[in-house]
C-alpha cells in the first residue's frame, strides 16, 4: 500500500531527522521551513571571511548520532569526521582568576580531582561508574520511549534501583555532598545549564551528563556543527523529502478532528495526511491551532519554566589568542545570584558568567589566517527587554570581562567583525517563546510525563518533535526525538533504541 503523506513544519535538527526516517521508510514527506536555510538553531553566516556558527557549538554523546545513522543505513564517516577536543574545555573562575583544564580521559580527571581535594579522586572514580550506569539506563530504557501515563515513568526498573537512579533528589545536593571545593562543584554542575536548568531544579538523574562529558567527551565535527544539519539534509533528499525554504506556515488545517495540512503565511494551502511539528511547541499551540484545537491556555505556558535565552557575540579578531581553548567556560564566584537573575527574578546578569568557544583553535577554515572566531554566550533570563544601544553597551561589558580574565591586550581594537544576538532574534527567526534559547527547562516537573506529549490528545495525525517535547533539549536528544516520533506513527511500542527500521 502507498504510504502516507507527511508534512513536517520546521527544519531544525529533530525535523530533518524525522523527515529522513520516513523518508526512508516510504513516507511522502514535504519539509516546509520559514527561513532561507535549514538547520534550525544551528545555522550558520559568514561575514568577512569567518565562518559562524550561530547556535550549537558542543557535540557531545556521539554514540547517539552514529546509531541514528546507523538506523538509516548511512555510513556517518561518509557526511563528516570528527575530532575528539583534547583538552575537554577550560574553566575559569573570577574568584581567584585561576584556569583549570579538563578532559575526557579518567586518569587524568581523578589525578586532578585528588590534587585539589584529598580523597576526592576515588569520590571521583565511583561517581563517574554510578553515572555510566545512569547514562545506560536511561539510553535503552528512557530516553528513546514514548509516554502516554504515569506508569511508563515509575516503572518496576525504576522503584527497584531508585537509589542508583536518583530522580527525586536533585543534581546540586549530590554534588555538593561529594565534594567541597568550587572548581569541583562548578565543574560538575555547569551542564545543567546545557538542559536549560539551574543545579538546584535539576533531577539528579541528570548527573548522567557529567559521565557524557568527562568520559564521552566533547568533538569537533570537521566544517564545523553546520556539517550536522546539511548531512541530515542530504541524508533527507537521498529519501526523497521535499524541503521547502522560505515557506512559513500560518496554521495547521484541522477537518473534523484530524490534521489535513497546513496552510502558508502566502495562502498556499498544502494537504497530507499528517503533520508533525518541529517549530517551538508553544508557538504551535498558540499560533498554528485555532482556539478550540489548543491543548493548553496561556496561563499554562506563562507558568512554564523556561531555559534561558542568551546574549551572544560573535566576534573576529585579529591575530591569535593563546589564553583561550576551544571550549572555555568563565564562572562568576556568586553563580547562585547569576542562576536567580535567570530563574527567579528576570534581570540582566550584573557579574555574568559565560561561556566562549573559539572553534578556530581546533578548525583554520572558520576564520581568516591568524584570526580567531570567538562565539561568546551569556545565558541570560528569557522575555528580557532591551534596546541596540543596551545591547551595544553590554557587549562591551562582556568584552572587557574577557581581556580581563584571559589576558588579551587591546582586544576591542582587535576585533573587526561584531554582532550581537539576543531574545528579540530568537522570537524573529525561530517564533521561540518569549525568546528562550533552548525550550522548557528540564525541571522534575517538565520532564518525561510531564513534558508536553509528542501527540496531540485530540487532533489525529497532529504529532510534534523537537527540543519542546520528548525527551528534550540538545541535538542528540533531538535526534532521539525524531526516532521515537517516528515509533508514535509506525506504532511501535519497544523502548529501546530501534535496531532497525
Avoid at 179 to 206: C, H, M, N
Avoid at 261 to 280: F, K, P, T, Y
Wanted: hydrophobic share 40%.
Amino acid at each position: 500500500m502507498e504510504k502516507k503523506s507527511v508534512i513536517i513544519i520546521g527544519g531544525g535538527i529533530g525535523g530533518l531527522a524525522l523527515s529522513a526516517l520516513l523518508g526512508k521508510k516510504g513516507y511522502k514527506v514535504t519539509l516546509l521551513e520559514k527561513n532561507d536555510t535549514v538547520g534550525g538553531r544551528a545555522r550558520i553566516f559568514r561575514q568577512d571571511g569567518f565562518l559562524f556558527d550561530m547556535g550549537p557549538s558542543w557535540y557531545m554523546m556521539p554514540d547517539v548520532f552514529k546509531h541514528y545513522f546507523d538506523l538509516l543505513g548511512e555510513d556517518i564517516s561518509e557526511y563528516y569526521t570528527l575530532k575528539k577536543l583534547e583538552p575537554s574545555y577550560q574553566i575559569t573562575l573570577k574568584s581567584d582568576g585561576a584556569s583549570y583544564l579538563f578532559h575526557s580521559d579518567m586518569k587524568k580527571n581523578k589525578a586532578f580531582f585528588e590534587s585539589v581535594e584529598p580523597g576526592a579522586g576515588k569520590v571521583f572514580e565511583d561517581f563517574m561508574n554510578d553515572t555510566k550506569y545512569q547514562y545506560e539506563i536511561a539510553k535503552n530504557e528512557f530516553m528513546y520511549k514514548n509516554y502516554d501515563s504515569i506508569f511508563d515513568f515509575l516503572n518496576l526498573r525504576v522503584m527497584r534501583e531508585g537509589s542508583r537512579l536518583p530522580l527525586f533528589k536533585k543534581q546540586k545536593d549530590i554534588i555538593e555532598k561529594k565534594f567541597k571545593s568550587e572548581i569541583l562543584r562548578k565543574a560538575l554542575q555547569y551542564q545543567t545549564v546545557l538542559l536549560g536548568t539551574a543545579p538546584g531544579d535539576t533531577p539528579g538523574i541528570y548527573s548522567l551528563m557529567n559521565y557524557v562529558d568527562l568520559v564521552l567527551g566533547e568533538w569537533y565535527p570537521d566544517g564545523g556543527i553546520r556539517a550536522v544539519p546539511e548531512s541530515l539534509e542530504k541524508v533527507a533528499r537521498k529519501y526523497g523529502v521535499t524541503i521547502r525554504t522560505n515557506a512559513p506556515v500560518r496554521r495547521i488545517i484541522i477537518e473534523q478532528n484530524n490534521a489535513k495540512g497546513v496552510e502558508l503565511e502566502n495562502g498556499e494551502v498544502v494537504h497530507a495526511d499528517m503533520v508533525v511539528s518541529n517549530a517551538d511547541v508553544a508557538f504551535t499551540d498558540m499560533k498554528l491551532l485555532d482556539e478550540k484545537h489548543r491543548v493548553y491556555s496561556d496561563a499554562y505556558w506563562n507558568k512554564r519554566v523556561l531555559a534561558p535565552s542568551a546574549f551572544i557575540l560573535y566576534l573576529g579578531v585579529k591575530d591569535t589568542i593563546p589564553g583561550l581553548q576551544h571550549h572555555n567556560l568563565l564562572f562568576t564566584k556568586n553563580w547562585e545570584q547569576g542562576f536567580g537573575e535567570i530563574f527567579k527574578t528576570p534581570t540582566w546578569p550584573q557579574d555574568p558568567s559565560m561561556y566562549i568557544c573559539v572553534p578556530s583553535k581546533t578548525d583554520p577554515t572558520v576564520a581568516p589566517p591568524d584570526h580567531e572566531n570567538l562565539f561568546v554566550l551569556v545565558p541570560i533570563a528569557s522575555g528580557l527587554e532591551y534596546t541596540e544601544e543596551f545591547a551595544k553597551d553590554y557587549g562591551d561589558k562582556v568584552i572587557d570581562e574577557i581581556a580581563k580574565y584571559y589576558n588579551i591586550p587591546n582586544l576591542k581594537e582587535r576585533i573587526v567583525v561584531r554582532r550581537h544576538y539576543s531574545v528579540k532574534d530568537f522570537i524573529a527567526d525561530y517564533n521561540a517563546f518569549k525568546g528562550t534559547a533552548l525550550g522548557l527547562a528540564h525541571t522534575l516537573t517538565q520532564t518525561a510525563i510531564f513534558r508536553p506529549n509528542n501527540v496531540h490528545p485530540r487532533i489525529k495525525n497532529l504529532l510534534y518533535v523537537g527540543a519542546g517535547t520528548n525527551p528534550g533539549i540538545g541535538m542528540p536528544i533531538c535526534l532521539i526525538s525524531a526516532e521515537i516520533a517516528y515509533k508514535r506513527i509506525e506504532g511501535i511500542k519497544d523502548p529501546s533504541p530501534l535496531k532497525e527500521l
